[in-house]
């Protein structure tokens, strides 16, 4: 059976509320009983410990205890003296917790102790009538009044030897009409609080349960759209917590899945657009051939050749790309001279430069710092931008290659006279596929500057594509220090 997580949380809310209650009114009438079970038994443990002390003078002054038996007057005495001693002694303590109206009752009570006192009646019998006095055998001398199930014994000692024992019964609280009545109204109360709480808390769990299922019940909403590839779909949550975050992440994933499949389906009618041009050149080039209208020779080979090479390094680059999202790239890091392999670099496409009568001018610091990578990645990347230099710079025109230290990082500086590139293709152009046309297309499938990103982004360096000063187009390196 399929249970909602609302009914769950409900279900949990109300089950540990219902056993807090529980627990707490099982405890609350148990210490309660205990208290009101301590409260009066606890002033006769300690009338009976000063008693015994009394008893022990009288033991020593007498010697027996056939005074006691024969005068039940002084027993009394001796026994509501101490009793009331303790008694306003214990009030004493508490009075400085009283209001001015309690002080005052308090006051005309001790007055009134002085008095002869009169014989209270009391369900579990006074202090006296619940007294026992017993011989150093536990032999009855003076026998209770009100016999008690359970008493509590305080030895009577004269120079460390037991004379007697003075005993006193406890009172059972729940004989007590009064303490009865006092744990109903408690039970009573238990009970509505129980009652009111549960109400209480339902409306909360309610509360709470609808506010965690709602943005659950919008990202399953979400998830099944996505399913169905409706990726804009977005999921609004009103509250400040981490469903607030997990909507936003998901917001996120369906935006990204989105340009995914845009760039998904841009890639795959770019991929079919470059391969469609050479294809049917080829195609037109063999069927001239079969057709007999043109000479297959040296040159119509060539031709076709040409052709070949075109889509092999289509081909190629588009595997690397394909590789490097895949396996990730691949490198050695180690540390290098970067001004030697720029150096090298420039005089590796010196004669590309001549060929199309472009002017190169070289600047940087005297010193270079190390840089730590993979050498042979990088030069990759040089040879991508000095390649597309060669081929996109309008002849006869400059180009200004310079690296700048600074103290925590370096910069390399790659500019020509132009023809430059419109502000919308600027950030586009390390996207893969993608061509500035006309002046800059040339016949490269758009490929170098996306590897050249990948590379540059595994090596934790930066590379972005600026308007240069000089009318043409800024390629700006970013890289650590060793």
């Known amino acids: 059976m399929k249970i909602k997580i609302a009914y769950k949380i409900i279900s949990l809310n109300l089950g540990i509320i219902a056993f807090l209650m529980i627990l707490f009114s099982t405890f609350s009438y148990f210490s309660s009983r205990s208290m009101f079970s301590d409260a009066l038994n606890g002033i006769d443990d300690d009338v009976i410990e000063f008693l015994a002390e009394d008893l022990s003078q009288h033991h020593t002054s007498h010697g027996n205890w056939d005074v006691l038996v024969a005068s039940p007057e002084l027993w009394e005495k001796i026994i509501n003296e101490r009793f009331f001693a303790v008694f306003f002694a214990r009030i004493e303590e508490a009075r400085q917790r009283m209001t001015e109206e309690e ?97 209480i808390a339902s409306l909360v769990s309610i509360f709470l349960s609808h506010q965690i299922t709602s943005p659950i019940k919008k990202l399953t909403v979400g998830a099944k759209e996505i399913a169905k ?34 760039r998904q389906k841009q890639w795959l009618g770019d991929i079919a657009h470059e391969l469609r041009t050479p294809v049917a050149i080829l195609i037109a080039e063999i069927s001239a051939i079969c057709d007999n209208l043109t000479k297959c020779d040296i040159e119509s ?31 050695v890091k180690a540390p290098f001279d970067f001004i030697e392999l720029l150096k090298l670099q420039l005089m590796h496409f010196d004669h590309k430069f001549k060929r199309r009568d472009l002017t190169v001018h070289f600047s940087t610091e005297e ?47 790659i500019e020509d006279s132009g023809p430059g590139v419109s502000d919308d293709s600027l950030h586009r152009l390390f996207d893969r596929l993608y061509r500035e046309s006309p002046s800059r297309s040339g016949s490269g499938a758009g490929l170098g500057l996306a590897i050249c990103k990948k590379i540059v982004i595994t090596h934790d360096w930066q590379i972005k594509a600026e308007r240069s000063q000089y009318g043409g187009l800024l390629v700006r390196l970013t890289m650590g220090h060793l």
């Open 103 to 199: 002080r005052t009752y308090v006051d005309e009570m001790a007055a009134k102790s002085t008095a002869p006192q009169p014989k209270w009646e009391f369900p579990f019998g006074t202090f006296l009538q619940r007294s026992t006095l017993l011989d150093k055998d536990k032999n009855v001398v003076i026998p209770a009044e009100i016999a008690t199930q359970d008493v509590n014994y305080q030895k009577i000692k004269v120079q460390g030897q037991v004379v007697g024992w003075v005993g006193v019964g406890t009172i059972n609280v729940n004989a007590l009409p009064l303490a009865n009545y006092f744990y109903q109204q408690q039970m009573h109360i238990m009970f509505w609080v129980v009652i009111i709480g549960g109400v």
């Open 229 to 262: 590839r409706n990726y804009l779909n977005s999921i609004e949550v009103d509250s400040r917590d981490e469903l607030k975050e997990l909507a936003n992440s998901f917001n996120a994933l369906s935006h990204e899945l989105y340009l995914f499949e845009q």
């Open 301 to 331: 080979v060539s031709s076709l050749k040409q052709d070949v090479l075109q889509i092999q390094r289509l081909v190629e680059d588009l595997h690397e790309l394909s590789r490097l999202d895949e396996e990730g790239l691949s490198f």
């Open 367 to 413: 010193t270079s710092p190390l840089v730590i990578g993979d050498s042979d990645r990088v030069t990759q990347v040089l040879h991508n931008l000095f390649d597309n230099c060669a081929k996109y710079t309008e002849v006869g025109g400059t180009v200004w290659v310079s690296f700048v230290q600074y103290s925590e990082y370096s910069e390399l500086l």
